[in-house]
């Protein structure tokens, strides 16, 4: 199956593409996976900016596009020839933003910014680096719309604020020195974009994650997958003479060499013709340790190909659905999970390195989490390479939240995109086991036919994970009812639920049924309640944390009698976080349903959570013994 799975991607977006142009979006040159892995060039630091609301630096003053050499275009470098030459626009050591980071978060005036910024920095390369390599420019993410240029040229444009992209630089653009890089980045947000207008997070702008140059020869291995299939029957996998199918794919014409994979630890080491530019291969591991929480164990896997040589330490699991049951290496287990938005408080900012990663999962750790689900778009690579060390299971998803314009066949191809480039960078992730593709959306017939292609573009182009969604339970005469549509084409049926919280108060969870007309695994992907950390009241007092705690104890006791297809919850929310949309006297700003506080408190709702997956812990995985 995932001998085909890159045929069938390009398949998917090549049909997409022919039905309208989307030459915007395939700007850019496919990516590049493993970048940690690769012969690279930081261009993170200090930039210079210029804030561009008019967009003036794009558009002349008859709001006509810039030609390409128009002195005043701001991809262009404008030395004033002499005192008497006239340039309007200037980047000027006053006005610098640190990459990777928000500019949100970095001046007062940035906090509600939304719009153009131009960024721009030079850079050198050293000679005997470029020699006989090839180049390209790497970016993490940038929120939401990217136009990149070098030295005068534009190199390309990408959209989608959360997933990485890279540009071929040509030979003949690059200089020894002082190469002059230009990014134009614009936030704003519009109805038929990936999201769309209405989030309940901050639109945080700007070059949000790392920026590389990478180096590779003439041919070279631009991206691989090896996983272990994902058992048809639920059956535990092999430990000896594993069958292991993967793929490589190859840029820059191979002439038909041999390509090597290798695991020194498993002593395995083949290799296999290269005829084409795609290569699949099956390889047979003698044995393996699996990977899981409980032990993370990952192998050095390496791919040669001519001159160039990529490695990185993967872990080999499977993950399954069986009746009611999540099967990790087959076995059933309970899901113990938190939703985190890659953001960090104090003052609140997108997070955007390993020590925000480590922060971010360190706590989940210690409210004794195995799972995270990285809400509600894809984290940075830090996050899910620490997840794989640490044995936290993730779910990933993309950001086709609320009211996507699900009519429209523009959006679907730039929700493809999105879900392919989640996909690209981090298939070869053992934590990654559920990959999501979307979040509340209203059912409606136009809806379900966009999310349930969205699921089966995910199954095919990566049929090793689960695929799902979270769905909305709706609570009628004291029942919990699921009956999305959607629920048929997920593996798993997740839904978000706040008993207590958007409807009654927390003790109608007592006699709370659920109802659900699917026999599948059944995963509590959200439930929450808002509190001010510090703020202490009675419990039935709204905000305070004793509310929050008591939400907290009434649902624990709810999901101790839940239904037995019930395989675990990822409650709302690891932190507080950013939200223009929350403004009374206790959020000011910010979402409060954290466990922890926006100041990193600990509210006592923390605790309640802690000691129901202390005491999950401590019993067999078995959901018949929970
Ligand atoms: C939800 C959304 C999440 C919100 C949360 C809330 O159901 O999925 O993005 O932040 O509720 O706090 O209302």
Redesign the pocket.
Known sequence: MHLNSFGSLRVGIGLVCGLFSCHMLLAQTPLIGNVPGRSTQSLNGTWHYIVDPYETGYYDYRYQERKETDGEAYWNNPVPKNKTDRKEHAYVDANTLEVPGDWNSQAPEFLYYEGTVWYQRTFDVAAAQRQGQRAFLYFGAVNYQAEVYLNGRKLGSHKGGFTAFNFEIPDTLLRDADNFLVVKVDNKRAPDEVPTVNT??WNYGGITRDVHLIWVPDTFIQNYFIQLERPADGAAPRKRKVPVAGWVKLNGAPSGGQLTVEIPELKVRESFPATGDSVAFQLTLPSVELWSPESPKRYEVRFRMGEDEVSERIGFRTIAVQGKDVLLNGQPIFMRGISVHGEIPDPGRRANSEDDAAQLLGWAHELGCNMVRL??YPHSEQTTRLADSLGILVWSEIPVYWTIDFGNLAVLTKAKHQLHEMIARDQNRASIIIWSVG??TPVSPVRTAFMSDLAKTARAWDGSRLISA?LEVHYTGGKNVIDDPLGQYTDLVSV?E?LGWYGGLPDNCRTAIWETSYDKPLFIS?T?AGAKAGFHADSLTRWSEEYQAWYFREQVAMMKRMPDNFVGLSP?VLVDFR?PKRNNQYQQGW?R?GLIGSDGQKKEAFSVLNAYYEEMKAQPTSRKKR
């Open positions: 309940d997070w809400a509600h979040n509340e979270a978000n706040y959200e929450g709302w939200s979402n349903k």
